[in-house]
């Protein structure tokens, strides 16, 4: 009996020295060591501390991520446009007059340009037409369909493949830490919610984006809920502050975009009070990804760049601080 006990502890000391000596695992492998990857796990450590002066409740843990060039790549035009695109080439054979009326014929033709000069009023003909007079189940089934088989056209990866590691990385860690994730997106919100749970592990009731009216109706196939060609919400730059309330109902304690249309969100998470961080993602690897900021027609960070340095927010370098931006195929 006493040589078992000796066996016992003597077994229970190499575990404990065992698990001493283990080494930490690090929750953000694709970032490279530095000060930005320091200044995230420092605050998420803060704020999780209990009894720390920082400790912030579970229930107020909220932490929001813009989804175009923040948590997915969005050049060279933002993927929700080439799903219009597409989308009217599928309905084209039902719309002969399409062929010579605009804006719909500079987009079977692939004339960038002729639909550009549409301006806002041709871009919401083709919102309309695409995402609009059919219930919310069957436009789900429609973004699903296309997600499944549509290609990225310069990386030939699937649309889902174009996330970016490091971010797939936070937001897991987060979610470690006791914090609700929430997408915050000028995109369309019924456009997100039906491939985000599969992608990010965000939910579809943790998704706000650009709505329309809804409808409810009851047919010979049940109830239904008809999507409407009103807007309800633009849920960029201002709007998004109004959308986190609107559907949250608390200030973010973190938050992530990377262009102008994110700054509101980051100035109204930054002026809360206690703990708060706000990100921004700088494209700034034009070799394994693209380099943009100032004078992009998309994703442009100017005045959100500018407001960074002077309010001291995060900025996220892509070429210095990720060390791979897309997952293993």
């Known amino acids: 009996m006493k040589g078992l006990r000796i066996l016992v502890a003597t077994w229970l000391c190499l575990l404990a020295l065992a698990v001493h000596a283990a080494p930490a695992v690090d929750p953000l492998p694709s970032w490279n060591e530095g000060a930005t990857k320091q ?35 969005e050049q060279p035009l933002y993927f929700q446009g080439v799903f219009v ?22 987009v079977l033709a692939g004339d960038a340009k002729g639909v550009a000069a549409s301006g806002e009023k041709g871009l919401a003909e083709l919102m309309t037409t695409t ?24 990386t030939h990866r699937p649309y889902t493949g174009m996330v970016y590691q490091p971010m797939l990385e936070l937001l897991a860690y987060l979610r470690a830490n006791g914090y609700k994730t929430y ?6 919100q019924e456009f997100m919610r039906p491939w985000t749970e599969k992608t990010y592990g965000i939910p579809p ?41 609107r559907f949250i109902g608390r200030r973010p304690l973190l938050a992530f975009g990377n ?3 994110d700054r509101q969100m980051l100035e109204w998470t930054a002026h809360g009070d206690g703990p708060r961080l706000a990100a921004l993602v700088h494209h700034t690897d034009g ?24 309010d001291g927010w995060l900025v996220v370098d892509m070429a210095r601080d990720w060390k791979t931006i897309y997952p293993e195929p």
Request: glycine share 10%; proline share 6%.
């Open 259 to 261: 262009s102008d249309g």
């Open 39 to 73: 200044a995230i796990v420092d605050f998420v450590a803060r704020t999780t501390r209990e009894h720390g002066p920082d400790f912030v409740p579970v229930a107020e843990r909220i932490a929001t991520f813009d989804n175009d060039g923040t948590l997915w790549a």
């Open 183 to 188: 997408i915050v997106s000028g995109g369309g």
């Open 287 to 310: 070799k394994r990804e693209w380099a943009y900021d100032r004078q992009s027609k998309v994703g442009r960070l100017d005045k959100a760049l500018d407001q960074a340095g002077r």
């Open 205 to 245: 009731e943790q998704v706000i984006g650009s709505n329309g009216d809804l409808e409810y109706r009851v047919t010979a196939r049940g109830p239904e809920l008809l999507k409407l060609p009103r807007v309800s919400l633009v849920d960029d730059g201002a709007g998004k502050p109004v959308g986190i309330q």
């Open 131 to 154: 995402h609009t007079g059919m219930t919310t189940d069957e436009f789900s089934r429609i973004v699903s369909d296309w997600m499944a088989s549509a290609k990225h056209p310069v």
């Open 85 to 106: 695109m597409d989308r009217v080439r599928a309905l084209a054979p039902s719309h002969p007059e399409w062929k010579t009326t605009e804006p719909y014929r500079s």
